[in-house]
C-alpha cells in the first residue's frame, strides 16, 4: 500500500514539509506512488507482544545490520543475569529509512548489486558486500553469532517490521532495471523480502506501535 504525494503534501504544505524532513529517494518515490491493489496492513503482531520484557529495537541506519545484534544481545544478557525464558523475553525490530536493505534477501542484492549500489562496505574484508549480512550465516561465522540472522530471529520468536516508505526505494531500484511499471515493481520486489517480515505504513508508525505495547525503546543503528 502506497501513499499519493499530492494529496500527503498537501495536508501539511509541500515547502514546509520538504524542509522540515529530509527524505531518501525511495520514500519520496513511495509519496508519489499510487495505492497498490487493496492489501491491509497486518498488525496482528503486537499480540504476540506478550513477555514481562518488551523492547523496540529502532534500526533506521544500515550499520551492517547492528540494531539485530543489539536485540539478540539484549535477550542472552537478561537470560544470563535473570535467568529468563524465551517466553518471558518480547523483541521487536524495525527496519526503516537507509536500513530498508537488511529486510531484502540475497537474491535481491546479488540481483542489483546492492552493496556497490549503496556504497554498503564489509570493513573487515574492505570489500562491498555481496548479500545481506544479517539473511544468513556466512561460511565460518563463529558459532556464537548463528543466530544472528533475521531468520533465526523470527524463528525464535522475534517480529521484524518494515518500513514501506522505504520499501519504496527496492522497489524503484526494481522499477528502473527491469523496466516495470510501479504496480509490477512493487510486486516484484515484495517477492525478494525475508520470510517473515512485515511490512507496516512507516517505521515510524511500527516504533510508536511497539511502545503503546509496552515495548522499551532503543535506538540500535
Known amino acids: 500500500?502506497?501513499?499519493?504525494?499530492?494529496?500527503?503534501?498537501?495536508?501539511?504544505?509541500?515547502a514546509s514539509f520538504a524542509a522540515a524532513l529530509p527524505l531518501t529517494k525511495g520514500e519520496v518515490d513511495?509519496?508519489?506512488a499510487p495505492p497498490l491493489a487493496d492489501s491491509p496492513w497486518d498488525v496482528?503482531?503486537?499480540?504476540?507482544?506478550k513477555g514481562k520484557y518488551r523492547a523496540v529495537f529502532d534500526s533506521p541506519g544500515f550499520s551492517d545490520g547492528a540494531a539485530l545484534f543489539r536485540s539478540v544481545i539484549w535477550a542472552r544478557q537478561y537470560k544470563e543475569v535473570f535467568g529468563t525464558t524465551p517466553a518471558e523475553m518480547s523483541t521487536v525490530l524495525v527496519i526503516r529509512h537507509t536500513g530498508?536493505?537488511?529486510?531484502?534477501?540475497n537474491e535481491f542484492w546479488q540481483t542489483y548489486d546492492i552493496g556497490k549500489r549503496?556504497?554498503?562496505?564489509?570493513?573487515?574484508?574492505?570489500?562491498?558486500?555481496?548479500?545481506?549480512?544479517?539473511?544468513?550465516?556466512?561460511?565460518?561465522?563463529?558459532?556464537?553469532?548463528?543466530e544472528?540472522?533475521?531468520?533465526?530471529?523470527?524463528e525464535a520468536g522475534g517480529i521484524v517490521l518494515a518500513c514501506n516508505l522505504a520499501f519504496m526505494d527496492p522497489v524503484s531500484?526494481?522499477?528502473?532495471q527491469e523496466k516495470l511499471k510501479h504496480d509490477e515493481a512493487e510486486k516484484k520486489a515484495r517477492t525478494f523480502l525475508l520470510p517473515g517480515v512485515i511490512l507496516q505504513p512507516s517505521?515510524?508508525?511500527?516504533?510508536?506501535?511497539?511502545?503503546?505495547?509496552?515495548?522499551n525503546y532503543i535506538l540500535g543503528s
Request: charged share 20%; aromatic share 10%.
Open 44 to 49: 496482528t503482531w503486537v499480540d504476540r507482544i
Open 203 to 215: 517505521g515510524i508508525f511500527a516504533v510508536l506501535r511497539a511502545q503503546e505495547a509496552g515495548c
Open 30 to 32: 513511495a509519496l508519489a
Open 148 to 154: 544472528m540472522t533475521i531468520p533465526k530471529f523470527i
Open 1 to 14: 500500500m502506497s501513499i499519493r504525494r499530492r494529496d500527503f503534501l498537501s495536508s501539511f504544505g509541500a
Open 173 to 176: 531500484i526494481v522499477e528502473k
Open 118 to 146: 549503496k556504497k554498503f562496505k564489509d570493513a573487515q574484508k574492505n570489500k562491498f558486500f555481496a548479500q545481506n549480512p544479517i539473511a544468513s550465516v556466512s561460511a565460518g561465522t563463529p558459532p556464537q553469532f548463528g
Open 100 to 105: 530498508i536493505m537488511l529486510a531484502m534477501n
